[in-house]
């Protein structure tokens, strides 16, 4: 889980050469305290009900900082708040509460990928975990599911990689992906016991880390900053609740009002 950041250990010195370079109010790692911040702030009834968990936002967060190129932030984001469509977007009442969102998320991508560039045997995915009365077994559906996503944002760029190196992919897919999931129902019974499923999920780590390096060796690493509010231009104040002025049809709050809801580090 997120709010156990400190204790996993992700906190590192980037390696020579490939140190992230992350403004200073975006790199630092969450303490414990805001981990749980920003689970709390994930589950408010401001944010979208199928936004991502705190698993498979790691995954995804880990997905973006190993991808070739980082889309716009409000392109990425938005898969967040809606990981099927990108349409949902969360609707606080307070800008600087969403800021604050966005601030815990954009600082978790950054010190992951700080731990990748500099430190990448203490790399850990965040997986969940059942109870110890449902066996204690790892669950790593979820945080696959999400670094699958961030592939998903531009397949396109991934296929020199994916054609090198299927078998970084593989447990990736058969996890996070439902022709993994009909795969994983075909296997014989020997490998699907807990010995089986823990052999597979121990090559999780050291795969992300091989996909990390590859892209890193042939492009530096740009780091996720929160960019200051956009200056509309429109004379008037549009309302949360009217028709966005770009004409997509849907409310202002659920569309740049969104956005600009995000973007904006001065709200009340």
Not at 48 to 58: I, T
Not at 114 to 141: K, M, N, R, Y
Not at 159 to 176: D, I, K
Request: aromatic share 8%; hydrophobic share 40%; with cysteine.
């Amino acid at each position: 889980m997120i709010e156990a950041i400190d204790d996993a250990g992700r906190t590192a010195t980037p390696g020579p050469g490939r140190a992230t370079g992350a403004a200073p109010e975006y790199a630092a790692p969450l303490s414990r305290a805001e981990g749980e911040e920003l689970v709390d702030l994930m589950s408010c009834d401001a944010v979208p009900e199928q936004c991502m968990d705190p698993s498979m936002l790691d995954g995804y967060l880990t997905g973006l900082v190993c991808s070739p190129a980082v889309p716009p932030l409000e392109r990425w984001l938005a898969r967040v708040w809606d990981p099927d469509h990108g349409r949902a977007a969360p609707d606080f009442a307070r800008a600087s509460d969403a800021h604050r969102l966005l601030e815990l998320i954009v600082r978790h991508a950054n010190a992951t990928a700080e731990l990748l560039a500099g430190e990448p045997q203490s790399f850990e995915p965040l997986f969940d975990e059942h109870d110890e009365a449902e066996g204690g077994a790892t669950i790593v559906d979820s945080w696959c599911h999400g670094f699958l996503e961030a592939i998903a944002l531009d397949p396109v760029a991934w296929e020199p990689l994916q054609a090198a190196h299927p078998e970084w992919f593989h447990v990736l897919r058969l996890y996070g992906s439902e022709e993994g999931w009909d795969e994983l129902e075909r296997l014989d019974p020997s490998e699907m016991d807990e010995a089986a499923h823990q052999r597979r999920e121990a090559e999780i780590a050291p795969s992300v880390r091989r996909i990390f390096d590859w892209w890193a060796q042939r492009r530096p690493w740009t780091p996720l900053v929160v960019p200051p509010a956009v200056q509309t231009v429109h004379a008037r104040k549009v309302g949360r609740n009217e028709p966005c002025p770009c004409g997509s049809g849907r409310k202002f709050k659920h569309c740049h009002g969104a956005a600009q809801a995000l973007r904006d580090p001065a709200g009340p």
